[in-house]
């Protein structure tokens, strides 16, 4: 049974039709990424898997139906979401951003222990846990949002565009620790990029969206060779 | 105005003057009321309802037009009907003059300003160094006015509330007619365009300081006209009677006869002159607890208000008629 | 001299109801943007319910924790129930409904209870503290009660996981969701809190001005100012300008402009920082972008 299964979704903004007719599945423990140029629909997708967008279609997680459930009670189940534009808490401390990525969570000893564990995969955070997220760099508030995210000790991660705005050599540190996340924890993770050439290094699947549909899907390894997908997107 | 509006303006009109021989003396004094009401429901509707400032201290204008009035009758001797351009003047200014610094000020903050101003009236109004104007506590008293000797001489008496129901119908009238031509015309399209996007407004080249400042010194001056009116009719003014509630009437009667809407003005004003007629037979308090429940409820479910739905119901019986 | 310290102090005991009763409606302000026109008449209303109490024979201190629990589910079920419905909507309309929330708390208080004032006891004892000239037990005693109220709060919001939660929930909405907060509830909790604090400013303030329906007016008005002045969204910023605005208040009326116009006090401060400086001496400013 796959762990994530979205089926003919179809998502608007207002009147303005985004989605129209995306599936895709994903195996528990595998990192899958959805590729496209700007405005593809990759986004949206990931808004329509966390409920903050109007949706049409079936999406099942661990085989439980999620769609048209609140985005508080998806996050419950296991899913965390790290958004376009990380969603900083940007007048809290580092730390009390951490804190909140646990806020659902009843274990206190498991959550002190993870945010040891946080500022071990990212030192840089424990450095500044006291300073107001705000103020912290791209690559560190990147780090925060993805440390947040595990402290929900989720079982799917979502990542928008993780590699925005970040220097080569950051975004390199930061896929090693998705990697080792990923194999050590057990955390899947779909991750929407438009960076493909690092996104197919980093991914085992991976999806080709364009206009809002699937156009093309494999394992990254074959999607990588793919002459189209060689031209278009990763530039030779 | 198509030949329809114009035929039922005209019987409306009729019906209105036919009223003062029917009805009894305090009735007539009633109509007189709903009628200083539309004007100034008309005044705050063309701020509030046409230009989206929200204003809470419009009894504030009513009160200046009031006093205005009271001031030049009794002290000064002026003659009533020509108190009423001069409280329109006056107030005119006062609302513009308001309206400046008010430009900085947007929806919430605006409603904030507005509401200190209305809560903090009646004290103004009895500051002991004022007192020799405004008579303090007390107020001011003044005469009614008689009808104008020659309505005998043409062998139609009129009494002294009759005549002044004209007075103020005739006032009215006069009013509304200026007051649909300045929204139907540029001045009106502007304030409109200042309401839906004032960003967008200014872009278009609409002198949006300019607009919103005349926009907050008309309204203004049609409140003050209507206050000016009621001191007439009432023959009284005191500092009391011009708190906060009153308005908060105001709000009440434009939400319930529909924002942005010149008839609106009309069923707002028969709804605050009588709804508190009737409620107080039950409670005091009852008035405005209906007032609240009615504010909430026509919120929810009548945005648009008497006229809206007016408007509505019309519209399905053009459907209808057409459809058949 | 003495007069004027006499004044002072007489100020911040008023300043510090004006402080709580701006405490809460910035805490309303910091979830919703919204500014609560209703504030000072839950307040008012919460006290006639102590009152009541009171009158039953309750004891005071049992009354007022009792009134105190039952604001805060007023506060709550005002806002789920009232406040909901319109929460996207254009700001008239919530203007409309926080107005229509004022006069129906106002006017079904006046029928419940009559508009005769009734006396509303402290529960500080009669004879000033150490025989001072300067502030009466119960003036001591009400800057003790805001003082503790504001520690109680500001311990809540900085060290307890739903504090750090509801702060979340005001600031980022949409990420506050993300990490499975329930936006909604927050708001509610918030309504909840801010009610309590009201009714405690309620409970200082009755004693001072007696009970009767429209006594929250001006200490609403006053309120406001304060909120404003110190920065409509700084907690910190509200409670400074209380203290601010209580003492301006005394010293004003008493000495510069006398006590008929202490309202036109408030009247003018709004006003002023309204248009000068809008985000008060503490809060941010926000540019809003085209």
């Known amino acids: 049974m796959a762990l994530l299964d979205a089926s003919n979704l179809h998502a608007a903004y207002g009147q303005t039709r985004v989605l129209h007719g995306i599936s895709f599945s994903m195996e528990e423990g595998t990192i899958t990424t959805l590729l496209g ?19 049409e279609g079936a999406i099942s997680f661990g085989g439980q139906r999620i769609d048209g459930r609140a985005t508080e009670d998806i996050v419950r189940l296991g899913i965390a979401h790290v958004p376009d534009g990380r969603g900083t808490f940007v007048n809290l401390s580092t730390e009390e951003n951490l804190r909140l990525g646990a806020y659902t969570r009843k274990d206190r000893a498991g959550v002190e222990a993870d945010l040891e564990r946080m500022y071990a995969y990212f030192p840089r955070l424990r450095e500044r846990r006291a300073q107001q997220a705000g103020t912290l760099s791209g690559g560190e508030q990147q780090m925060l949002a993805v440390s947040r995210a595990l ?41 929407v990029e438009q960076n493909a050439a690092m996104a197919l290094d980093l991914a085992d699947h991976a999806y080709l969206i364009e206009t809002g549909r699937v156009v093309l899907s494999g394992t990254a390894a074959d999607i990588k060779k793919n002459d189209a997908v060689r031209r278009s997107y990763l530039g030779y | ?6 035929a039922l303006s005209a019987a409306l009109i009729l019906a209105a003057c036919v009223l003062p ?21 008309l005044g705050l509707n063309i701020l509030t309802g046409f230009n989206g400032q929200i204003s809470l201290g419009h009894g504030a204008f009513y009160a200046i037009g009031a006093y205005c009035a009271a001031i030049l009758m009794d002290k000064y001797g002026v003659p009533y009907w020509a108190t009423i351009p001069v409280a329109g003047a006056v107030c ?26 209305g809560v903090s009236l009646p004290q103004l109004l009895k500051y002991h160094h004022l007192e020799e104007f405004t008579g303090g506590v007390q107020g001011i008293t003044i005469i009614k006015p008689d009808a104008p000797a020659f309505f005998t001489e043409l062998g139609l008496p009129l009494n002294q509330d009759q005549w002044l129901y004209f007075f103020t119908l005739g006032v009215t009238l006069v009013m509304f007619i200026l007051g649909a031509n300045l929204l139907r015309g540029r001045i009106g399209r502007a304030m409109m365009a200042i309401r839906d996007n004032h960003v967008a407004a200014e872009a278009m080249g609409v002198n949006n300081a300019m607009v919103k400042s005349l926009t907050f010194g008309i309204s203004a001056m049609y409140t003050g006209v209507a206050g000016a009116l009621s001191a007439i009719a009432i023959q009284f003014v005191a500092p009391d009677s011009f708190n906060i509630f009153l308005s908060i009437t105001f709000l009440v009667g434009i939400v319930i006869g529909g924002l942005a809407s010149i008839s609106g003005a009309i069923y707002g004003a028969l709804f605050i002159q009588f709804v508190p007629n009737i409620a107080d037979e039950i409670s005091k308090a009852a008035p405005w607890a209906i007032f609240g429940l009615f504010l909430i409820g026509f919120v929810y479910l009548m945005p648009a208000g008497v006229a809206g739905a007016v408007r509505m119901a019309v519209a399905r019986l053009r459907r209808k008629r057409q459809n058949s | 001299m003495d007069a004027l310290l006499h004044q002072v102090l007489a100020g911040l005991a008023t300043g510090g109801i004006y402080a709580s009763v701006a405490l809460a409606l910035v805490m309303i302000y910091q979830a919703t943007h919204l500014v609560n026109f209703a504030q000072g008449e839950m307040a008012m209303f919460s006290t006639y319910i102590a009152w009541s109490l009171i009158n039953a ?7 007022f924790f009792l009134t105190v629990a039952f604001s805060f589910v007023l506060g709550v079920l005002i806002e789920r129930v009232v406040i909901r419905p319109v929460e996207n909507s254009p700001v008239l309309a919530v203007v409309v409904v926080f107005i229509a929330l004022l006069v129906i708390l106002n006017s079904v208080t006046g029928w419940i209870y009559t508009y005769t004032i009734k006396t509303f006891p402290s529960p500080f004892p009669e004879q000033p503290l150490f025989g001072n000239p300067y502030m009466s037990s119960h003036e001591i005693g009400a800057i003790f009660v ?32 993300l990490v499975g907060i329930r936006v909604g509830w927050m708001l509610a909790l918030g309504w909840g809190l801010a009610a309590a604090v009201g009714s405690v400013a309620g409970m200082m303030v009755a004693p001072i001005v007696f009970l009767d329906p429209n006594m929250m007016g001006g200490v609403l008005l006053y309120a406001f100012a304060a909120a404003l002045v110190g920065g409509i969204d700084n907690p910190a910023g509200a409670v400074f300008g209380g203290f601010l605005v209580g003492v301006l208040e005394n010293v004003l009326g008493a000495f510069v402009i006398g006590n008929e116009l202490k309202l036109a006090v408030a009247l003018v401060l709004i006003i002023g920082v309204l248009i000068v400086k809008p985000s008060g001496f503490f809060g941010k400013v926000h540019v809003s972008r085209v």
């Open chain 1, 37 to 55: 140029a700007n405005g593809a629909g990759k986004t949206t997708t990931l808004r329509a898997l966390c409920g903050m967008v109007r949706t």
């Open chain 2, 1 to 6: 105005m198509t030949r329809r509006n114009l």
């Open chain 3, 57 to 63: 024979g309750m004891p005071y201190w049992a009354a």
């Open chain 1, 151 to 191: 402290m929900l000790r989720p079982k799917l991660m979502l990542l928008d565009e993780p590699s925005f705005g970040l220097a080569p050599l950051i975004v390199k540190e930061l896929f090693g620790i998705l990697r080792t996340v990923n194999e050590k924890e057990r955390v899947s993770m779909l991750v």
């Open chain 3, 146 to 177: 805001t003082l503790v109220v504001l520690m109680l709060l500001y311990a809540f919001f900085r060290f307890t996981p739903l504090g750090l939660a509801m702060r979340a929930a005001a600031q980022n909405p949409e990420s506050s969701r």
């Open chain 2, 92 to 117: 005119l200014g006062a609302g513009f003059l308001f309206g400046l610094p008010a430009l900085r000020l947007e929806g919430l903050y605006l409603a904030l300003a507005t509401f200190a101003l």
């Open chain 2, 21 to 41: 021989f029917v009805l009894s003396e305090y009735r007539i004094f009633q109509f007189t009321l709903v009628l200083v009401y539309a004007i100034a429901l």
